[in-house]
């Protein structure tokens, strides 16, 4: 197995610009996500494992109750992520949520996919080099590919058969704007995970994607059916540090556990997914962002206690000293706040 462990976080803070400088905002916003959510119906098995999850709550956060899975130990919000809440937060929202999720420019575009999404291309063609494949000889299928950005990043290594889709049709769009011919076509949030039974592709890839589809182990079954799929390629946010921080404080933007993400992973859960939809996992990347929360987390609370500027700047130079270095020791024990995993299907 390939395993690989963090990542400079410089680039994403000059991208994630938004989270420090517009807390209340991030906070509005997840707070009416929220309260939505804990109106849907109260989730009686665990999103990852479907086995029964126990009646007590293991925690409260911004007023969602949180229970940890007793079989896989997978995070699970205690209310279900019913086709209403989808809907509401996919598609109804769909300018919104592209704008969140895109940038307007083409120059910002770019950057984004050389900065965040080439090293997650470059990690997965590594890997199937290791595993003795030509990754040129092989096809690709994104699945909820948002923008394109992934897609892109596949495209800058000189990939040609790749290809991807998304509910959202904003988000299509935007992304063919960006290709010399459509790669991504658009899906209902309800067609069974259609493009995962069909795709011809080999590899297929689900970046940040598991943990908002609201029937995971649909998608999966899917994958394991199609016989042409012979690699997953996965990045999912995980049950870390950052969940502790965000504990301390319903005031400051959630970022890892919110409405969206209504569950997190643990290297036990995601053991138990390989093994349940026989994938072995032939290679890891372990890096996160939780030192950029925690920084985030005493940056937002100096702000509302008005302190000087030269009390920020000083606090911001003093981090930064050691904010990647302290991150990689998270990430080498792997306990960052996400994982990408690639896999490879056992009956492929
Ligand atoms: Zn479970």
């Known amino acids: 197995m390939l395993k690989q462990f963090g990542k400079p976080s410089s680039a994403l803070l000059i991208q994630k610009h938004s989270f420090f400088e517009e807390n209340?905002?991030?906070v509005e916003k997840q707070r009416e996500i929220a309260k939505l959510y804990t109106a849907q119906s109260l989730r009686?098995?665990?999103?990852?494992?479907?086995?029964?999850?126990?009646?007590?709550?293991?925690?409260?956060?911004?007023s969602i109750p949180y229970k940890i899975c007793q079989t896989c130990t997978h995070l699970n919000?205690?209310?279900e992520d019913t086709?209403?809440?989808?809907?509401?937060?996919y598609q109804e929202d769909d300018t919104s949520y592209a704008q969140n999720y895109s940038s307007g420019t083409i120059e910002d575009y770019e950057y984004r996919t050389a900065s965040i999404y080439f090293p997650k291309a470059e990690f997965l063609f590594t890997c199937l080099k290791r595993e003795n494949v030509n990754p040129h000889k092989l096809s690709y299928f994104d699945y909820g590919a948002g923008s394109g950005y992934f897609v892109a990043a596949l495209v800058k290594l000189g990939l040609a058969n790749v290809t991807g889709s998304d509910v959202s049709v904003a988000q299509v769009n935007l992304a063919n704007r960006m290709f010399t011919s459509a790669r991504?076509?658009?899906?209902?949030?309800?067609?069974?995970?259609?493009?995962?039974?069909?795709?011809?592709?080999?590899?297929?890839?689900?970046?940040?994607?598991?943990e908002h589809l609201q029937t995971p182990r649909e998608a999966l079954a899917k994958i394991n059916a199609n016989p042409n799929i012979k690699y997953v390629f996965l990045s999912v946010p995980t049950f870390s540090l950052s969940v502790y921080i965000e504990m301390l404080d319903d005031n400051i933007f959630h970022r890892q556990l919110h409405g969206g993400h209504t569950h997190l992973y643990t290297e036990k859960s995601i053991d138990y997914m390989c093994s349940e939809f026989e994938l072995e996992i032939v290679g890891r990347w372990w890096f996160g962002t939780d030192m950029v929360d925690l920084y985030r987390q005493i940056y937002v609370k100096l702000e509302q206690k008005h302190v000087s500027e030269a009390i920020k700047n000083d606090f911001k130079d003093r981090l930064s000293k050691f904010l990647d270095q302290s991150q990689l020791e998270l990430d080498k024990v792997g306990e960052s706040s996400e994982v990408h995993i690639l896999l490879r299907k056992k009956n492929a």
């Open 184 to 210: 991504l076509t658009s899906h209902s949030i309800d067609d069974g995970h259609k493009g995962l039974e069909e795709t011809k592709a080999e590899v297929v890839s689900m970046i940040g994607v598991l």
């Open 77 to 79: 919000g205690a209310h």
């Open 44 to 62: 009686k098995h665990c999103k990852n494992c479907a086995q029964e999850l126990h009646v007590e709550a293991d925690f409260i956060k911004d």
């Open 24 to 26: 209340a905002l991030h």
């Open 83 to 89: 086709q209403e809440f989808c809907e509401k937060i």
